[in-house]
């Protein structure tokens, strides 16, 4: 459903006294957690700035909701939206409908932003989109709970997260029999390629396909990750796990429902919030280790012009205000959103709201790419194979170990027409 809100600026006054005339601008963001609201906050604010008007074209929650919905507008050319909000996965699948920011945002404000995510946007030397947010996947736990049943620190192996899960949910279904040890993302969907890319790449396994187009997934250590995410459903994980997205599992924790929960940032910011059952009980910490260390999935969003925008110029100087770091401050305070420009990160005012953006920074800056890169346009196709045959595991259709071997195959044949 296509809602379109209107933010007006201080058009006429600013219109009397202004050379270029003010435009309407349409923006499409949204949707997950406090996104939509901070999204038109900011278009808001940018819009009182320059007396320019911005249109929100509210997006879906789930991201391969929105890129369907975006490669409809892209594949016709269509004018009306004239700046998308673009996943970190989709530079690839995309580019040749974004206008190269390269040749209009200075040098020095690009290199503000991680390198890692600039080149993520890089396409052929084409710079597709700027950095608006980073994500990668956190361990969210309940620090009374972990008191309660004799626990001082969080997990730091999977091992460990199943039995201390289990002993809590054990002991807390008593009075609740809702209660669940560990909630994460298990429907099939790009966000179960996060999570079990998180699983895989912890026990060793390597991330599907490795930088230089080579298929990995066909191994033990990764048919092993796939059994053991396995294990938990049904047992510390609720059997609707296999049905949940960011927001199911963040509505559980958040509720008050669950020891741990595997989210993004944002979670933060409303789990703290003031009405919040888990306020001030929440900790954060790295995922757990599948004996190979532990891994985050880098995950993220930028914001690109589109080439079929008929009012470019203003399009990219939102862009450019939306991305920059005033605007990055703001949202990282009031939504937990992590900057992607690098100084933020030692802003008193941010690590104030989110002390784990100082204590976790290695969690952010050494999150494991999904192979986007190297397959590139046909990026979605191999995350599909993959979470598709993730899904089949956790629903008892096959063990880890065929269910590798059956990707692996299915993978060499979208390799075959090119990536
Ligand atoms: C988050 C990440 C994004 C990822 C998505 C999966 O929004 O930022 O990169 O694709 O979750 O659900």
Same mark, same amino acid.
């Given at each position: 459903m296509k809602k379109v809100i209107a933010i007006i600026g201080l058009t006429a006054a600013i219109a009397a006294n202004s050379q270029a005339a003010a435009v309407t601008v349409t923006l499409a963001c949204g949707a997950v957690g406090q996104e939509l609201e901070l999204c038109k906050a900011g278009a808001d604010r940018w819009a009182k700035k320059t007396g320019n008007t911005v249109k929100i074209f509210e997006s879906p929650n789930l991201t391969n909701d929105r890129l369907g919905l975006y490669q409809q507008q892209l594949a016709a050319k269509s004018s009306d939206i004239d700046v998308y909000q673009l996943d970190v996965v989709w530079p690839g699948l995309l580019?040749?409908?974004?206008?190269?920011?390269k040749t209009k945002v200075p040098a020095a404000e690009v290199n503000a932003h991680f390198k890692g995510i600039v080149a993520a946007n890089t396409v052929n030397g084409k710079l597709v989109a700027l950095p608006w947010f980073t994500d990668a996947g956190l361990l969210y736990y309940r620090t009374d709970l972990l008191t309660k049943y004799g626990?001082? @620190?969080?997990?730091? @192996?999977w091992a460990e997260l199943a039995t201390m899960a289990k002993k809590i949910q054990t002991g807390e279904q008593k009075a609740n029999?809702?209660?669940?040890g560990y909630v994460w993302q298990g429907k099939n969907y790009e966000g179960l390629t996060c999570d079990a890319l998180e699983w895989v790449v912890s026990f060793?396994?390597?991330?599907?396909?490795?930088?230089?187009?080579?298929?990995?997934?066909?191994?033990a250590k990764a048919a092993a990750a796939l059994d053991a995410a396995a294990s938990w459903v049904k047992n510390i994980s609720p059997a609707g796990v296999t049905t949940y997205g960011e927001e199911e599992a963040r509505g559980i924790f958040q509720s008050g429902n669950a020891a741990f929960m595997r989210n993004w940032p944002y979670a933060w910011a409303l789990g703290q919030?003031?009405?919040?059952?888990?306020k001030g009980k929440i900790g954060v910490a790295p995922l757990p280790s599948g004996g190979a260390g532990n891994a985050a999935t880098l995950g993220g969003w930028q914001l690109g012009v589109s @080439?079929?925008?008929?009012n470019q110029a203003a399009a990219i100087a939102m862009v450019r205000y939306l991305a920059g770091p005033e605007e990055q401050k703001i949202r990282a305070i009031q939504g937990a959103y992590n900057p992607t420009i690098q100084a933020l990160y030692k802003d008193p005012a941010v690590l104030k709201a989110n002390p784990f953006f100082g204590s976790l920074l290695n969690v952010f800056t050494s999150a494991v790419a999904r192979p986007s890169g190297p397959t590139k346009g046909k990026y979605n196709q191999v995350s599909q194979a993959f979470s598709s045959a993730v899904s089949d595991v956790l629903n008892g259709k096959s063990k880890g170990a065929a269910a590798v071997a059956k990707l692996s195959t299915d993978l060499a044949r979208i390799k075959g027409r090119g990536w």
């Open positions: 580019s040749q409908h974004f206008v190269d920011l626990y001082k @620190t969080a997990p730091k @192996t029999k809702s209660f669940a060793g396994g390597g991330a599907i396909v490795d930088d230089k187009g080579a298929i990995t997934i066909n191994n919030g003031e009405d919040s059952k888990v @080439t079929y925008s008929k």
